[in-house]
Nanobody, 129 residues
Framework: QGQLVESGGGLVQAGGSLRLSCEASGRTFNNFAMGWFRQVPGKEREFVAAISRNGANRIYADSVTGRFIISRDNAKKMMSLQMNSLKPEDTALYYC??????????????????????WGQGTQVTVSS
């Protein structure tokens, strides 16, 4: 069995930055595309960003394009989300997730085309105005 553990959340003022990390264990990390999602109370979980198995290809939600950068280090079994120019609307519980259906090396997609069904427990990000 494997697990995902998120860290790096916190309280930051609008315009500031945070870097989230996700550490994986118990599986072959580099075989899967991975992504970040977020959720606020009373709303559906929202796609934020995703990255291919080899880290070469990245996709982002329109709301974060140009502000967030997703990356991964397969040797360390770690994925990161650098969040810049944060806005109050970015406040949410952020989750690391895995697309457990293996794809070609450089492929990455987003729901509903891809199913991300393996999750961590989340890390809270709060942006004040």
């Amino acid at each position: 069995q494997g697990q995902l553990v998120e860290s790096g959340g916190g309280l930051v003022q609008a315009g500031g930055s945070l870097r989230l990390s996700c550490e994986a264990s118990g599986r072959t990390f580099n075989n899967f595309a991975m992504g970040w999602f977020r959720q606020v109370p009373g709303k559906e979980r929202e796609f934020v960003a995703a990255i291919s198995r080899n880290g070469a290809n990245r996709i982002y939600a329109d709301s974060v394009t140009g502000r967030f950068i997703i990356s991964r280090d397969n040797a360390k079994k770690m994925m990161s989300l650098q969040m810049n120019s944060l806005k109050p609307e970015d406040t949410a519980l952020y989750y690391c997730a895995v697309d457990r259906v293996r794809t070609v090396l450089g492929y990455v997609g987003r729901p509903p085309d891809r199913r991300y069904d393996f999750w961590g427990q989340g890390t809270q990000v709060t942006v004040s105005s």
